[in-house]
């Protein structure tokens, strides 16, 4: 069993940055892959990136790659979420998420955090 809780969510205007944090307690973390999905408002919930066990491979929605950047911190058993150039459409609820399958944590990883809030105003 994995714990997740995400934090570093709030109010940024549009063209900030914000870092998202997602703190794993239970098992160890390092067994695990980790991804970062979001729920905008009156929209389907969709994969944002994935990091493997390892932190070698990281893949990200097209969309996404080249101003979002997932990464780990082993010593802090932390996975973090680094979104730059931030659009009003990025508003969401971020959910961090955990599993042991790389080939599903981008539609069905095993365990969820509860979500933290990111509005990005206009």
């Known amino acids: 069993q994995v714990q997740l809780v995400e934090s570093g969510g709030g109010l940024v205007q549009a063209g900030g940055s914000l870092r998202l944090s997602c703190a794993a307690s239970?098992?160890?973390?390092?067994?695990?892959?980790a991804a970062w999905f979001r729920r905008a408002p009156g929209k389907e919930r969709e994969f944002v990136a994935r990091?493997?066990?390892?932190?070698?491979?990281?893949t990200y929605a097209g969309s996404l790659k080249g101003r979002f950047t997932i990464s780990r911190d082993y010593g802090k058993n932390t996975v973090y979420l680094q979104m730059n150039s931030l659009h009003a459409d990025d508003t969401a609820v971020y959910y961090c998420?955990?599993?042991?399958?790389?080939?599903?944590?981008?539609?069905?990883?095993?365990?969820w955090g509860q979500g933290t809030q990111v509005t990005v105003s206009s």
């Open positions: 239970g098992r160890t973390f390092n067994s695990y892959h």
């Open positions: 990091i493997n066990m390892n932190g070698i491979t990281a």
């Open positions: 998420a955990a599993g042991t399958n790389w080939n599903t944590m981008a539609s069905a990883p095993h365990y």
